[in-house]
């Protein structure tokens, strides 16, 4: 399996060049050029399977330049210890019909891990057959999540830094706890001065930025990077998606053929964009439900075909969602396009020119067979939050919440009664106060005695939230965005 730039589609390089670089030089995204197939048999296997032995059905189709015993040992050094006793997505059944797919039993909880524990060793491997011996400098913009889960995966791997920017006042006050109080002798963590977009538009331009690279390269070090613009990052979460379905096979609320939807709170797209590569290799999806919240940008490209990020930004409860530029929809657009690397790269530099562009009636047509969109401000969010717990006793954080909410608007306006899994992100205790908010219309200020609440509420208290409490701040940077390429220079120094 090769791998090819969504903005130029003569390059052709294996996973692990891909894994290592992260960006393709132009500033395009690595895509394969061709979806594997996996049949109903070998589907309808997987519900037998382990989360692990389904991992390598699904990874092992795209990392063919993995040997068997290497993608093993990433598989297994990810997902046999480092989560909890419920396992690495297990299904929560809210109705007959309703599933809610658990993804926050890693060690940050939150979606992020499942990518980013197993990550770390796809590069380990990946530097050996490139030859590699700089030292890789993993960059990381985060609206929240990401940054913990990359600091909890990098931090102190051998021949390898990470740094992470994340927007000031622009994350939880939890998420922002878990990464500045991050230990590890590899670990940087600075606060921009913006908002998420601010803080990733200023990596990618660090990483297109020649002058930085030479000047790292002259201290024997390289840029990589752990969002999800890393394929990496992307396909492990392709997985999830099969295991979910087997899961449902496994339980006896599907029969093997039967489609299913999925309900995803997407900001950046790449989550529901493993979903669609699921659906591309086989797995029979009726719809792929997006979910956003009050930043809309993605509903209103959905219905309109127009993908428009001049608007106004805000901050919400579901922060994670944050974002008006959606990076991994340009992997979609390559798709939608049939692999038109051209239309594609001019679309990218009419987004970066004048904050939109829009796509062509065909694509248009492909893109709402697939899938359908929805935002829930923030009123229908704590609503969410409070109906499930009101109605299930399930206890769910902002981000899922969003889902739940699109969802519940879905199947008033369609009647569409598909079995559906609903992908739940992080877990409440990261975000404690909204919960609290919604639920008793009050909460303490203080988010660690949010988080006791909550506990009293009879929902299990993961460790790391008791631990969080007492950890010593040990990141206190904060810059400018047009400063983010001299902090990393003299971060490394």
Known sequence: MLYTSTRDSSLKYSAAKCFVQG?????????PESFPEICLDEIAAMSEMSYSERAFKVLSRYLTDFSQSELLDCINSAYNTKFDEMGVAPLHYVDDSTAVMELYHGPTLAFKDVALQILPHFLKHAKVKENENALILILVATSGDTGKAALEGFSDVEGMGISVFFPNEGVSKMQQAQMCTQEGNNVFVCAVNGNFDDAQTGVKKIFADTSIKEDLLKQNIKLSSANSINWGRLVPQVVYYFSAYADMIKDKKIKVGDKVNFVVPTGNFGDILAGYYAMKMGLPVNKLICAS??????????????????????????????????????????????????????LMGQLKENGEYKITDEMFKELTSVFAAGYADEE???????????????????????????????KKGTNDNTPTVLLSTASPYKFPHAV?????????????????????????????????????????????????????LNAVK
């Not at 409490?469 to 001299?486: F, I, S």
Request: proline fraction near 3%; aromatic fraction near 10%.
């Open 436 to 488: 609290l908010e919604a639920i008793f219309n009050k909460a303490p200020v203080d988010e660690f005695d949010a988080a006791d609440e909550i506990k009293k509420m009879g929902v299990k208290q993961p460790k790391q939230i008791a631990e969080l409490k007492t950890k010593p701040v040990l990141h206190k940077a904060v810059c400018n965005k047009e400063d983010m390429p001299k902090t990393i």
């Open 380 to 410: 229908k969010t704590a609503s969410a939050i409070k109906k499930m717990w009101q109605e299930n006793s399930y206890c769910i954080d902002t981000h899922t919440a969003v889902g739940v909410a699109v969802y519940e608007d879905y």
């Open 293 to 346: 919240n009050k930043n809309k940008v993605l509903t209103e490209f959905f219905e309109t075909g127009i993908y428009n990020a001049n608007r106004e930004f805000f901050k919400t409860q579901s922060p994670s969602m944050d974002i008006l530029i959606s990076s991994n929809l340009e992997r979609l657009l390559y798709d939608l396009s049939g692999k038109d690397d051209t239309f594609v790269a001019s």
């Open 23 to 31: 960006l393709s030089v132009e500033g395009g995204l690595f895509v």
